[in-house]
């Protein structure tokens, strides 16, 4: 069964890990960017070795987003920015190929032990069945 992996994040996580302390985090220093980039690549590195691993990205700052609507007539909106509804948005992923959701429910433990400076705000592990993959026994 294939499942998708999310961590999450604000606008403030992003300008934290990049040096600006701000009300809901702490500035991140290089050593504690080593040691979360350290963590991932050991986890992702024992991830591909066991070929549960599909995929693993890291997604950019919500500043760079771009969200695409249409108005009432139908025509595009384009918005550049951070959506100000969403607090918390996707920071970054894993698909996975795992035996169970047992399985996948201990490497999302894992990545909770990912190491963050004392005071960072700290965020649920989101799993999710990928529909439809060949072997989706639903």
């Known amino acids: 069964m294939k499942y998708l992996v999310m961590v999450q994040g604000t606008q403030a996580d992003y300008e ?18 080593q040691a979360m980039f350290g ?7 024992d991830l591909a070795e066991s070929g549960e691993l599909v995929d ?14 249409v108005d009432k007539d139908g025509r595009p909106v ?3 920015g951070p959506y100000g509804e969403t607090k918390e ?14 399985r996948v429910t201990e490497i999302a433990n ?5 190491p ?13 069945p990928i ?4 072997d989706d026994a639903s």
């Open 110 to 114: 894992r990545i909770q032990q990912c």
């Open 16 to 33: 934290a890990q990049s040096g600006k302390a701000n009300a809901t985090s702490p500035s991140w220093s290089e050593k504690d960017l």
């Open 131 to 134: 529909m439809g993959a060949p």
């Open 56 to 69: 693993a990205q890291g997604l950019a700052e919500p500043a760079r987003t771009r969200l695409v609507g």
């Open 89 to 102: 948005v996707l920071a970054g992923f894993w698909v996975l190929d795992c035996a169970s959701l047992d």
């Open 78 to 80: 384009i918005t550049d």
């Open 39 to 45: 963590f991932m690549g050991a986890l992702n590195d």
């Open 116 to 128: 963050v400076p004392e005071g960072a705000p700290l965020y649920p592990v989101v799993i999710r």
